[in-house]
């Protein structure tokens, strides 16, 4: 196992001094997909034959599976744990054109929506993950039943030497954080050998190891790849370490789930769009208001996209720092929207934060479906309402039904439902083709997952 300040960290280098290239892209659920093939054809600048679509789920039929991957060389970086290889992300195409269920030319197509509406975006993330020992899970005998378990030694238990209390680790140094030598083996990687600029990590509220890595904003793609690379180098470098990165939504029900907050302003030039110094409440301009009555027009149709499992409804639930009702409001967290105000309104810092994604959703997807439910606000003038400065967990269920405040779906499958009856705003930078693959292998998903109980159901009937 590596530890703290072993040479993990280099740079680029000469390029003749690769060997290898691992091609890299997602699938529409997310998940990386990797292929190495020798540098110098990575190097030449053509697609390279290489992919078959229909053994990714929701790419393509077996009759039509032939795919290209043609490598963003911009991308490059090396794997500091892979000798002579270097790594590039990689748009997919179908013979001479993009194929149109690619994520990445989703996030592509945003941008130059954007572009055409006079736009650029700056996208900032927070993502945040846990690492624990080991993640257990018994599937050999489903008929028998399913369980699992997470082992982390910074919870108090037989042979551990944990010291964190539950839902109050924010902030924790070590040796309390018994992780923080393995989060920083992951910004240095993160910054020396892949060019991202972390501005800040540390221990997040859960107890479970649970940390945050905040890194410089920039172009709506380029966050997203970054997303992309975060989740990778996170889980090589914590299974060198002998550990396991864990992005999913709420791996364990008594403590805080993992979120992927997302900052969004847009500019025209060098002008900060959602900037208006004569604001009072937040120094925010009529384009901010109408981009964030977008978002909340169409959260109830957006969390398919960004909250895409079932599990992320176990997260979006009262009482763990998530969002469920559809308000916004300045330095709110219990807002679906927040405006961050921790200084004085500037033309640098005024931003919109959208709490509801989380790390299990595909980065390209939602960062595109974000801006375009944003676009689609000002594109219709959409009046966000007054903002909330209450706690809206506290109000009283009368008195938020007075108000109007809407909820998040509290289901996957309801979500998907507000997706299918919801959706005009994406078709600028979503295919029809992508959307209804996504929207068949989310629900296949949904309702394939319903059929398992879990652990806490047998524990509650049982004894009926």
Avoid at 121 to 131: H, P
Avoid at 201 to 209: F, M, T, Y
Avoid at 224 to 232: E, G, L, S
Wanted: charged letters at 25%; glycine letters at 6%; hydrophobic letters at 40%.
């Amino acid at each position: 196992m590596l530890g703290t300040g072993q040479k993990l960290r280099s740079h680029i280098g000469a390029k003749d001094s690769f060997r290898w290239m691992e091609l890299h892209f997602t699938d529409l659920a997310g998940y990386l997909r990797a292929v190495t093939v020798p540098y110098e054809e990575a190097a030449k600048g053509e697609p390279l034959p290489l992919l078959d679509g229909s053994s990714v789920k929701g790419f393509a039929g077996i009759e039509e599976s032939d795919l290209a991957l043609l490598p963003d060389m911009s991308t490059t970086a090396r794997l500091p744990w892979r000798k002579y290889t270097a790594r590039a992300i990689s748009d997919i195409y179908k013979q001479d054109r993009r194929f149109e269920r690619d994520p990445r030319a989703a996030a592509q197509k945003a941008e130059q929506v954007l572009s055409a509406y006079g736009y650029s975006a700056l996208v900032g993330v927070e993502v945040e993950f846990m690492l624990v020992d080991s993640i257990t899970i018994d599937v050999h005998n489903p008929l028998q039943g399913l369980c699992y378990k997470v082992v982390s030694s910074e919870l108090p238990m037989e042979g551990s030497q944990g010291l964190q209390r539950i839902k109050d680790a924010y902030f924790m140094p070590q040796p309390i954080d018994r992780v923080g030598h393995v989060r920083n083996e992951i910004a240095e990687t993160l910054e020396d050998s892949f060019g991202i600029k972390v501005e800040a990590h540390h221990h997040e509220v859960a107890a479970l190891g649970q940390v945050e890595i905040d890194f410089e904003a920039g172009t709506l793609t380029l966050t997203a790849d970054r997303v992309v690379t975060i989740k990778y180098v996170a889980r090589n470098i914590a299974a060198l370490q002998g550990m396991t990165a864990l992005f999913m939504p709420k791996p364990v029900a008594a403590d805080n789930g993992n979120g992927m907050h997302v900052h969004v302003s847009l500019w025209r030039g060098s002008h900060n769009a959602f900037y208006d110094e004569s604001d009072e409440y937040a120094g925010l301009s009529q384009e901010a208001r109408y981009f964030i009555g977008g978002l909340l027009e169409h959260a109830r149709s957006l969390a398919a996209i960004v909250a895409p499992t079932v599990n992320s409804y176990r997260r979006l639930v009262p009482g763990y720092e998530a969002p469920v009702y559809i308000v916004w409001g300045k330095s709110n967290r219990s807002a679906v929207i927040r405006v961050p105000a921790y200084t004085q309104p500037s033309p640098r810092s005024v931003r919109i934060e959208f709490r509801a994604p989380d790390p299990s959703s595909n980065p390209y997807l939602a960062l595109a479906a974000i801006v375009a439910a944003g676009l689609d606000g000002i594109k219709k003038k959409i009046d966000p309402g007054d903002p909330l400065d209450r706690n809206a967990y506290s109000l009283d269920p009368a008195v938020r039904r007075k108000m109007g405040i809407r909820e998040l779906p509290r289901t996957l499958e309801e979500a998907l439902d507000e997706l299918e009856s919801d959706n005009e705003y994406l078709q600028h930078v979503f295919s029809r083709e992508l959307l209804e693959a996504y929207i068949d292998i989310k629900r296949h998903e949904a309702r394939r997952l319903a059929g398992y109980p879990s652990p806490v159901e047998v524990y509650e009937y049982a004894g009926l």
